[in-house]
Structure formats: structure tokens, C-alpha cells
């Protein structure tokens, strides 16, 4: 497996932004579909959003008005941008190639006063 490593979490307030970013290695990246997960304390890892190789997001309906999904194919490079952020957005969120199966390490995300 290519490894993907996620960066950019942090503490951030209710409202706040952040943007994810991940890091890929492969050779082959501009033909995977990517994707972004996230888990939270006490339950299973949900999808988030994905993206296809031709750049297509699609995202889980109730966060598509506030989270963001792209890709720069050149930099082998997928962002996750996070606005107005809230408390139940709190997670490791973690990134996700399917075509090679690979996960990124995780990069915690905490929404708190």
C-alpha cells in the first residue's frame, strides 16, 4: 500500500474553519478515487465526502453545505475544507484511497469552546 498521511487538524472554536490536507505518494494517484472518513469517540468511521480521479465530489447530505472536498493531481495532494465547524464535527479524520485500499494515519479534529 501507497502511504497517505493527513495533516491539519487542530482545536478550533464552534464556527471556526479548517482544512485538511492530504499527502500521497503514488504513482498513480490522478487515477484513484479518493475519499475522506472520519470517527468519532464511541462510533464506527463514517465516510465524509469523496472525490473522483476526474475531481467529481460527492458528499454525505448533511454536511455538503459546510465541508468541501478537492484535489490538486499535480501536487498528489486531496484537501478537506471545514467551515462553520461544530462541536459534533469533533473526530480523527482520516483519508482514504480506493483504488489502492490505502488510509492515511488520522489527524484529530476538535471543536470546542
Known amino acids: 500500500q501507497v502511504p497517505l498521511v493527513d495533516s491539519g487538524g487542530e482545536l478550533v472554536q464552534p464556527g471556526g474553519s479548517l482544512k485538511l490536507s492530504c499527502a500521497a505518494s503514488?504513482?498513480?494517484?490522478?487515477?484513484?478515487?479518493m475519499g475522506w472518513y472520519r470517527r468519532s469517540p464511541g462510533n464506527e468511521r463514517e465516510v465524509v465526502a469523496t472525490?473522483?480521479?476526474?475531481?467529481?465530489?460527492n458528499y454525505v447530505s448533511s454536511l455538503k453545505d459546510r465541508f468541501t472536498i478537492s484535489r490538486d493531481n499535480a501536487k498528489k495532494m486531496v484537501y478537506l475544507q471545514m467551515n462553520n465547524l461544530k462541536p459534533e464535527d469533533t473526530a480523527v479524520y482520516y483519508c482514504?484511497?480506493?483504488?489502492?485500499?490505502?488510509w492515511g494515519q488520522g489527524t484529530q479534529v476538535t471543536v470546542s469552546s
Open positions: 503514488g504513482n498513480f494517484f490522478s487515477l484513484s478515487s
Open positions: 482514504h484511497d480506493f483504488t489502492l485500499g490505502s
Open positions: 472525490i473522483t480521479s476526474e475531481g467529481r465530489p
